[in-house]
């Protein structure tokens, strides 16, 4: 095992210690035990950047089911890269800043237990090249993240914000198993190497635009694009560490990895170039304008990122257009530069962002901008944090901010120029959308800035003696907002470490190879299109501010709760009683019932499988002859067999039951399986004994009656099932023969003495060859032993709900 896949591990592992530090270190925050392992992986990852940023890779594999193809690839790149730097660098910081944040009263070992699985499901899925790999790790981080979301159990919103979440982003991610599994159908293999290097199979396939939807429904249920977007903004009762941690760097990017990792594939399709573009334009207007009509703190940032992912979804989208072949003009490209410049930017503010935010509510008591207002002078430390943010936020020079949105201004002018994908006269929506949503954008970080610190400071408003909050606490959205600052106004930091090779990874194909993209990214531009797109935002927000006291008696203004909600709780409430519906007509209690059900299910699975893979064969070449004694066991049997539905005493059926058994032991002694035989008659005599013993306690047999429907439809089923069963031995015998399989107990009577040491070979096989299986079995019984005796020792009254 690679040191990469070491380091992959590290979280999980790490999280087998954390709950011993918080028990028996209990005089030493548990978080500074934590900090310690993102900081070391933060420092491992920069030490790869050089290697990274030259435009080499790395890649290690280990085998983990080698029969289906699923390796454990690390593949670490340009794009992988700037996703561990955020996860570990941001993680490191988070952790910082949740030591102040989290009393030591608190239940650390938990929550740090949850948040290094997180840590390591999210290094997981960025460092997998193996689809299913990448998958298992994926819901990782939906579970781990869904105990994070309800920390604080007691509270009712947590509990049901961490359902929404898991609802929402799993049944996503089975969509997106599902286009996994149609992408392996196309190319034979769960490599997304090897898929990319097989692209012009994937494109040719009828099942490319079914894949590309499944997989793009695993990728917006994640990153809470419109109309699954409903599940973030009640994440937020989180703790803010987890908000800032999972909402600004990690989990909800997760959806913008994956769309970026398969633009390769299905990028220069104008499936996914509209789709993309549409769902991402539509999110982030939606997100801009429901953040303005929020009065929680965390609510504003909450429908703030679902606009901010929903601006770089469309930019992966309008860039994708670089992969339509020979079209490496800057103007096709361009837009995922900035979606990548932006990534890193919204990483940094947004996370300052939450971090003070959760200054505020620590320190002030609510987040509620109704009561806030004043602590400019109180808190200056976070006020001025505050500030850098949302002014980054909403787009102001110098912060990076300003820059990423003067790009994406760019990127949306751009598409009126796309002669690709029948953009046409529809060209011009892309950039009036984009302006409209940063209008709202401004908007919202004018109403944080101004209903949070500006005003008259009113004591009464709050339930503690409002203060700064300790320097601790405040370091983590420091160290965030100067590099705001800092990425702000020398840009050209990250142009070739961080974003030139996460581009080259999106777009591995545009350039010949061995060249560079050029990115030059400058404060200034000149008076242009963008730049007076940027004054009006400022002049129209503004305005708009201005004359909020007006418009926010609105009723729309008023209502928070997002309308979407709507369709999810009514579906929740139609999957409940539906569920009840389902389970009442099925758990009646009576064993008939629960047969009919499994033998009716199996008959139409096993039929259809057979008329999809048109396995009916029958072959009556090789039969042997029927011996003169079969004439008599065979009557024997299935009399012995047809008696029991007639029978009245329980004794009396139990022994024609017994009967049965030794009859087909015999048979097993006629085909010359004598071990078997002897298992069969100890097994026998055993059951019918205990068989014996139990029933002659049993009251006597009540004679149930059904009704002529039921009883022809019970006979149907009866019929089908033997019908189904002989169908299964004579097709699977005589396609056997067709392929030429060799009898699998030939291997089992020549192995058995040299290998197990027995000549019994029924119980070498059971003992030797599937001993792991036999144990479990044993396992198995002995955990419904234990359930018997519970039960018996119970001693219920009558009426528990068991």
Known sequence: MSALHWVILSPFIFALIIPFLFKYVSKIHTGWFVWLLPTALFIYFMNWLPVISSGQVVETTISWIPALGIDFTAYLDGLSMLFVLLITGIGSLVV???????????????????????????????????????YVFWEVTSVASALLISYWFHKDKSTKGAQKSMLITVAGGLAMLGGFVLLYQMTGTFSIRTIIANVDIVQASPLFVPAMILILLGAFTKSAQFPFHIWLPDAMEAPTPVSAYLHSATMVKAGIYLVARMTPVFGGSNVWFWTLSIVGLVTLLWGSISAVRQKDLKGILAFSTVSQLGLIMSLLGVGSAALTGGADDPIYSQAILVAVFHLFNHATFKGALFMAVGIIDHETGTRDIRKLGGLMTVMPITFTVSLIGLASMAGLPPFNGFLSKEKFFSAMLNVRNFEAFDVGSLGF??????????????????????????????????ERKVHEAPIGMLLSPIILVVLVIVFGLFPNLLSY????????????????????????????????????????????????????????????????????????????????????????????????????????????????????????????????????????????????????????????????????????????????APDLALTKLLVETVTLVIFMLAFYHLPEMRKEKFTPRLNVANLFISIGVGVMMTLVALSSTALGNEAGYESISDYFLENAKELAGGYNVVNVILVDFRGLDTLLEVLVLAVAALGIVTLIKLRLKGGEDV
Request: proline share 4%; charged share 10%; no cysteine.
């Open 429 to 462: 929506l892309f950039p009036l959308i984009a302006w409209i949503a940063s209008i709202f954008t401004f908007l919202y970080s004018l109403i944080m800035f101004f209903h949070t610190f500006r005003g008259k400071f009113e004591p009464s408003n709050y």
């Open 96 to 134: 910082l800043y949740s030591i102040f944040y989290l009393s030591k009263k608190e239940r650390l070992g938990n929550f740090y237990v949850y948040l290094m699985l997180f840590m390591g499901a999210m290094l997981g899925v960025v460092l997998s090249d193996n689809l299913i790999v990448l």
């Open 497 to 672: 470490s961080i974003i030139e090779p996460a581009k080259q990874a999106i777009l591995p194909t545009v350039l010949p190879e061995g060249e560079q993209f050029v990115v030059d990214i400058k404060l200034w531009h000149g008076i242009n299109t963008e730049l007076l797109m940027t004054l009006g935002v400022v002049l129209i927000a503004s305005f708009l501010f201005y004359l909020m006291h007006r418009w926010m008696k609105l009723a729309i203004y008023n209502r928070e709760r997002d309308p979407f909600n709507w369709f999810y709780d009514n579906a929740l409430t139609g999957l409940t009683s539906g569920s009840q519906w389902i389970t009442r007509l099925q758990m009646t209690g009576l064993l008939r019932d629960y047969f009919a059900y499994i033998f009716t299910f199996m008959l139409f699975l096993v039929g259809y499988t057979f008329w999809r893979f048109d396995a009916f064969a029958i072959d009556t070449a090789n039969t042997s002859v029927i011996e003169p004694f079969m004439w008599i066991l065979m009557p024997l049997l299935i009399g012995a067999i047809v008696t029991i539905p007639f029978l009245n005493h329980r004794i009396t059926a139990v022994i024609v039951v017994g009967v049965i058994g030794f009859l087909l032991a015999l048979l097993l002694i006629v085909f010359r």
